[in-house]
């Protein structure tokens, strides 16, 4: 029977960890974030009153066996001057399943049946009206997930404006798990807005499974500027009140200078140094490696050898 692993996570960071993980003899459940309220995501929110769909999309299609221009095909955004301009094939595939089956887990298990996913993707919750809220350092209240990125606001809290009820099958898998993943991505709207939910860290506390962070390459502009990999682990380490970071995963890459100055300017964004005794007094374990690669002048982490850390952790357990 393969170990049970479930990965919390939002965004890109997720959909390219798994990529690489459900090449390895794992049983996974991707538990997703729905409180996006930007781009076509957005739109689909505010016309059809439902729960975000976009990165549940990202999830699926990077967990399926099917063939490339399938892939490519969900998720292909419209570029046109009508009203479909920006809208991914998958997102509007998703929502016409959920007008149909009145329930967003229904319409996920469809998707993954269509679409060959031998794992479990659930979302965090339900709720349509689920909207993720910020105080910032001036004590502003920011409202909505698009804004609190864009804003670029040194953060103090991160909160939902009301409680989501957590999907009951997010609690089991929690239970029954052998390994929890905070995936990469940012820690602000896609990896807290998991942890915050009251459910999730009652059950995070009851679990004998091992929490791991794979942490960020890069700052985020205005949320995490000069963070080292401890700042990430002191963060999370808040947010879970009961429980901590048991295992980090960062990568030594040295990135090269054009591509640092580049993300710099560009982006505001520096690498994230390891500061190897302030993780040691976390009670943290560090696992390191060379991680980053460099993908059309964007730096990915390398999603088979990061997932190859993670078993070989998990298989030492």
Do not use: W
């Not at 794992?26 to 781009?39: E, F, L, M, P, Q």
């Not at 549940?56 to 892939?71: F, G, H, N, Q, Y």
């Not at 896609?190 to 939910?197: A, Q, R």
Request: glycine share 6%.
């Amino acid at each position: 029977m393969y170990k049970k692993v479930v990965v919390f996570g939002g965004g890109t960071g997720i959909s390219y960890l798994l990529k690489g993980l459900k090449d390895f003899p794992v049983d996974i459940t991707a538990v997703i974030t729905v409180s996006d309220n930007g781009r076509s995501t957005g739109k689909l929110r505010k016309e059809f009153n439902t729960p975000a769909v976009g990165d549940i999309r990202k999830v699926i299609t990077a967990l399926s066996e099917i063939d490339e221009p399938i892939k490519q095909m969900v998720e292909y955004r419209f570029k046109t001057s009508s009203d479909l301009n920006g809208h991914a094939v998958g997102n509007l595939i998703l929502t016409s399943l959920l007008d149909i089956t009145g329930s967003l887990k229904s319409s996920i298990s469809s998707l993954c049946k269509l679409f060959d996913v031998k794992h479990t993707v659930l979302p965090i919750s339900e709720d349509s009206s689920l909207t993720l809220m910020a105080l910032d350092k001036d004590g502003k209240v920011i409202e909505g997930e698009e804004q609190i990125t864009t804003a670029h606001h040194k953060i103090k809290e991160i909160f939902y404006k009301e409680e989501p009820k957590v999907l009951p099958e997010v609690i089991t898998a929690i239970g029954e798990a052998d390994l929890i993943i905070f995936s990469m991505g940012s820690l602000y709207t896609s990896i807290l807005p998991n942890v915050i939910c009251n459910e999730v860290k009652s059950a995070l506390k009851e679990t004998k499974a091992p929490l791991m962070y794979l942490c960020n390459a890069v700052t985020q502009p205005g949320e995490t500027d000069n963070f080292t990999v401890s700042d990430h682990i002191k963060l999370l380490n808040r947010y879970l009140d009961f429980r901590k970071i048991d295992v980090v995963i960062a990568s030594n890459t040295k990135i090269d200078k054009k591509i640092a100055e580049k993300y710099a300017t560009a982006e505001q964004k520096d690498p994230v140094k390891i500061d190897y005794a302030a993780i040691e007094s976390l009670g943290a374990e560090l696992i390191e490696d060379d991680l980053i690669t460099i993908e059309d002048n964007t730096l990915r982490h390398n999603s088979l050898k990061l997932s190859a850390l993670i078993f070989n952790y998990l298989m030492r357990k």
